[in-house]
């Protein structure tokens, strides 16, 4: 019998000769390809809805609009422009190289790696595939072991449909993971926590495989005292309660102009109410919490003397309300680390700039979301605070545009994917320059008066 690195190891090698035959190269395969993965959507929906539904307790639309929905878009987008990113790309070349052409050519990197969290099980699993496959990649997926119905229908479609050299799904824990990261990759592309992201970078380093870590952290949503309220009240409820907050670009913490706190609380109360109902604590149109191990963490933050919205849990179940602490000071544990769940702590600023100031004091969020009307305010904001990406008056809605790049900075992750950038991500940008043999410019061989100065004028 095959030991587990026997094992990975000859599913490597597979995959290998696979892409090195060539068989991912041509444009009609690539889009067959993608074409599939459609199909998939459409041919097994009752399915996804079921695993998702047993794995995170999601309710439908938000299945619809954060998982399928947003897959879906994606696929759109890399059929629609597959041939024209494939293109070489035509770029000028300098005097000194007169008669040359340059241009760059979009190489696949060949077998990449791909590991995902649990949270959005489907869509962190099959979005960034579909960059690596657009880019003419093999795949081999490491799907979460938190969602388990989810790696298990990930597992069969990748088998039903796909060639086992091409696409495989490799399920397990930290241990499998630790044994296939030993495995010499193309590319890793991981999504998860910060701590198992630096795993992940140093197990490449062994072969100085190139990384895109897409990681977490602490996303805030600053409302000013201009602000649309009701709205800003209504998106930020969205945000952070969809998926029960355990989403890496939720606004994980308020920060709000004094003036206008009550009114946003009362605003977001109210909003509550309105989008989740009375029966959540029956996991009612509410996701619920991933494991006992996260619902305890998130248990521990709920102190009554803060509590001004929720805070009720059914342990049973894993469920918790949607739930909002105010007075809370940047010291206070749930200030230290991602909260990924759905309570939110709430902070007051007198001043905006001061505001600032202290998030740029930590470390770089995933996401921002500003809530204000003055544009010259908003553009101080975007481009002061430093931060993976954000929307202005709206929460996690620039994800789901597959014409922007997703990614973080600093410890929020380093790389970006979706759309053409999910292309590039999985692409070698190779370099050439055709030169002409009809005409030969002597300068740049020897030395000599007369070649120092046509040298010069050449590069003055
Ligand atoms: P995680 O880091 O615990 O796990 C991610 C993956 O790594 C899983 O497949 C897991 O099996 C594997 N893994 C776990 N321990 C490992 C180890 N010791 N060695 C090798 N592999 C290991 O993350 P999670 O709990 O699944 O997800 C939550 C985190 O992911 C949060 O921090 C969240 O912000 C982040 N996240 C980021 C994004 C993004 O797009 N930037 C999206 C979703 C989640």
């Not at 102009?257 to 029956?282: D, R, T």
């Not at 049973?316 to 602490?325: C, F, N």
């Amino acid at each position: 019998m095959m030991t587990l690195q026997e094992n990975y190891q000859q599913i490597v090698d597979d995959h290998r000769k696979y892409v090195d035959q060539g068989n991912t190269i041509d444009y009609t395969f690539r889009k067959q390809q993608l074409e599939t993965i459609k199909k998939i959507l459409k041919d097994y929906e009752t399915e996804i809805y079921d695993v998702l539904r047993k794995d995170l307790n999601k309710p439908d639309h938000e299945i619809m609009l954060t998982e399928i929905g947003i897959i879906q878009n994606e696929l759109e987008v890399a059929i629609k422009n597959l041939s024209y990113w494939m293109q070489p790309e035509k770029v000028a070349s300098p005097l000194t190289h007169k008669g040359s052409k340059s241009y760059i050519i979009k190489e696949p990197l060949g077998v990449v790696l791909i590991i995902a969290p649990w949270n959005y099980p489907l869509q962190l699993s099959l979005v960034p595939i579909i960059g690596a496959i657009a880019a003419g990649n093999s795949v081999i997926l490491k799907p979460s072991e938190h969602a388990p119905h989810t790696s298990d229908f990930l597992a069969r479609i990748a088998e039903e449909n796909f060639d086992p050299s091409y696409f495989t799904v490799v399920q397990g824990a930290a241990e499998e993971t630790t044994e296939l990261l030993k495995q010499r990759f193309d590319h890793i592309f991981f999504t998860g926590g910060s701590n198992v992201g630096k795993i992940v970078m140093r197990a490449a380093s062994e072969y100085l495989t190139p990384v895109t870590l897409e990681l977490g952290g602490k996303s805030p949503a600053i409302v000013d005292e201009d602000a649309n309220i009701q709205m800003a009240a209504k998106r930020i409820v969205w945000g952070k309660y969809t998926n029960a907050g355990q989403t890496c670009v939720a606004p994980d913490y308020l920060l709000v102009q004094e003036s206008v706190k009550f009114k946003l609380l009362k605003a977001m109360k109210k909003q509550i109410k309105s989008l989740y109902g009375k029966n959540v604590l029956q996991g009612e149109n509410f996701s619920r919490i991933i494991n006992l191990d996260h619902f305890n963490r998130l248990k521990a933050f709920l102190n009554s003397d803060h509590i001004v919205h929720g805070g009720e849990y059914n342990e049973e179940e894993l469920v918790i309300e949607p739930t909002i602490l105010d007075k809370i000071d940047w010291e206070d544990p749930i200030m230290q680390e991602e909260i990924f769940g759905p309570i939110l702590p709430v902070l007051q600023f007198e001043n905006i700039e001061d505001a600032l100031a202290l998030i740029k004091s930590r470390e770089k969020p995933l996401a921002l979301y500003y809530f204000g009307e003055n544009p010259r305010m908003q553009s101080q904001v975007m481009e002061y605070a430093s931060f993976g990406g954000g929307s202005i008056n709206d929460t996690f809605f620039h994800l789901a545009n597959p014409h922007l790049p997703f990614g973080g900075v600093g410890q929020s992750g380093m790389g970006s994917y979706h759309g053409k950038a999910g292309f590039d991500t999985f692409s070698h940008q190779k370099s050439i320059l055709k030169q002409t043999t009809k005409f030969d410019f002597p300068f740049r061989y020897s030395g000599g008066t007369v070649t120092s100065n046509i040298l010069k004028k050449f590069l003055s």
